[in-house]
């Protein structure tokens, strides 16, 4: 049996989880921040696993919780924070710790999954669209505001625009389609715009991999080959803890 393996992805709006035992996913789910007190009565039920490994963006008041829980078990969460060299990736950032710790575990997922020149796309409270050449070295990415952000945004800055659900459309007719259009177009712009310059800096066609509560929506929008991977944090996350226990 191999060692089991707990992997935590705390973003800005959800706390992402999975349990590996011998490589392979078992258990995970997500939650909302605002509900991790359920997160942990389902955590209760879970054999205490071997390692913890984690990525947060969101803040060390966000995790208070979870380190108290987990040392109450005679566990430590083990932080990552991105460096030059992991897992066959390379961090070319000019300030590689500076890189979101998000981001590089989604890079290291996305190298493992694809093996490609690959486009990694995460669509959640903020977007990144970041680029992996053939050697699996990081040629830099974009953020911007999200699919919501950007909604709440135009209700918040512009009196006459009202919280509503809208649909893409080729010609919008009312101002919910109109918004959920302009986002849309928005969002896909860069996205389309970087795959193209990455297939043209590389000699085999690149991958593109999408993540994110706003995966499955962002590519149906996308007129470029493109897959939904919603678990790449995770997954390299994964790659980081076996990487450790084997070295």
């Not at 830099?140 to 006459?160: N, T």
Request: aromatic residues 6%.
């Amino acid at each position: 049996m191999g060692k089991r393996i707990l992997a935590l992805d705390i973003g800005n709006t959800r706390i992402k989880w999975g349990l590996a035992e011998a490589s392979a996913w078992i258990e995970g789910g997500a939650t909302e921040h605002n509900l991790v007190e359920k997160l942990l009565l389902e955590w209760d039920r879970l054999p205490a696993p071997d390692k913890i490994i984690g990525s947060n963006v969101a803040g060390e008041t966000r995790i208070a919780i979870l380190t108290k829980y987990w040392r109450a078990r005679g566990l430590e969460i083990s932080w990552i924070k991105p460096g030059v060299m992991s897992c066959g990736v390379t961090n070319n950032y000019e300030q590689p710790k500076q890189l979101g710790s998000d981001r590089w575990a989604a890079l290291i997922g996305a190298w493992h999954k694809a093996r490609l020149p690959c486009l990694v796309v995460s669509a959640g409270t903020a977007m990144t669209i970041d680029m992996l050449d053939e050697q699996g070295r990081f040629m830099g990415g974009q953020i911007l505001p999200g699919r919501r952000l950007m909604q709440e945004c135009l209700v918040k800055g512009a009196h006459a625009l009202a919280a509503e659900t809208g649909q893409v459309k080729e010609c919008p007719l009312n101002t919910a389609d109109a918004m959920a259009t302009g986002i849309a177009n928005a969002l896909v712009s860069p996205i389309e715009s970087a795959f193209h310059r990455l297939e043209s800096w590389t000699r085999t066609k690149p991958a593109c991999l999408i993540a994110g509560g706003d995966a499955a929506w962002l590519a149906g929008q996308l007129k470029i080959a493109c897959r939904v991977e919603a678990g790449l944090v995770l997954d390299g996350l994964l790659k980081m803890s076996e990487e450790e226990i084997q070295s």
